[in-house]
């Protein structure tokens, strides 16, 4: 039937529905990969925000490689690798020494096994009566020269001067290096006056050092800047910087007899060799030194051979013999004429 003209014609059209198209997971992969740096972001971010001024400063001089003597790291180089035991099983030396983290049979390195107390339970391992403790004596060998190591770490990390002071186990001793870095200065810029917080490092490692009997060095060093006139010249300088440390170790109560020497060494030896104005070559060494290193510098001295004290394992043994002596049955006085 036709349409009649007044009446209106509709038309409906029908949408088609198309078959929707099947989604892949690669959004999720994404949206992890984000997540992730994210959250890695905000690690660094709170790790900085923690960090305080000298973690930074140390983290800047490690990247750098200020903190070794040969310049900037090498990875291939498993010469100067940083672990205790290289790959050829040999003991590292001149190595940083790592703090000890806990006491007792824990505490990370060898044991000295002079120096820890017996025990039912491996006595050699610290399982005593008492815990591992600094034993006022002489250190020679090689696990006691780390144990001391350790325990002056201990000292350097409760004043918080870890990213000023380094330590290095050596042949001749042990080697405490506190120098400068470019935030914190152990002296004033060009003089002998002595910095509060280097102070209070010295007055801390006093106490300690006053417990051992190795005889100690003390040498200041500079950078290669040099002086404008000739009367006064890196040489007094280093000089009256070693004297004053000295003389705050003595202070600290470091015995006046336990220094055997003190010397200024201006800039002819630098901790820094690749960069002989860097700031790590202003510093104070101080080196406990063995018996062997002390020998040996008595003879280039020209200085007599000092006896050595018997210790007090040998005055215990002498006391010992001397009561187990064989006695007469009967006193004197009961026996016959």
Known sequence: MAARPDQAI?????????????????????????TLAMMALFMVLWIMQIADQQERAMIVQYLRGDLYATGSINPFDL??????????ASIGVQQAVLPATSTGADRSGPAMH???????ENAKAGKGPELNSLVPGKFETQAQL?????????????????????????????????????????????????????????????????????????????????????VFTNWELSSKRALLARRVLEYGGLRRSQVIQVTGMADQAPYIINDPAAAANRRIEV??????????????????????????ELQQAKRVAEA????????QQWTTQ
């Open 146 to 230: 780390e144990f001391l190591a350790r325990e002056i770490d201990q000292v350097i990390k409760d004043v918080s001067m870890g990213a000023n002071v380094e330590l290095q186990v050596v042949p001749q001793g042990v080697r405490i290096l506190m120098h400068d870095n470019i935030h914190q200065f152990m002296f004033t810029r060009g003089s002998s006056e002595m910095k509060p917080y280097f102070e209070d490092l010295l007055m801390a490692l006093g106490p300690l050092l006053s417990k051992v009997e190795n005889k100690i060095t003390i040498s200041g060093h500079t950078d290669s800047s040099q002086y404008a006139g000739k």
């Open 324 to 331: 187990n002596q064989p006695r007469t049955r009967y006193p």
């Open 287 to 312: 080196l406990v030194m063995t018996s062997e290193a002390e020998e040996q510098l008595r003879q280039m001295m020209g200085l007599p051979s000092e006896q050595p004290a018997p210790s007090d």
């Open 10 to 34: 509709i038309v409906r059209r029908k949408k088609r529905s198309k078959a929707k198209a099947a989604h892949g997971g690669a959004w999720k992969v994404a949206f992890a990969d984000f």
């Open 79 to 88: 010469s100067s690798a940083p672990s205790m035991v290289d790959f050829e």
């Open 114 to 120: 002079n120096r820890i107390p017996n025990g039912d």
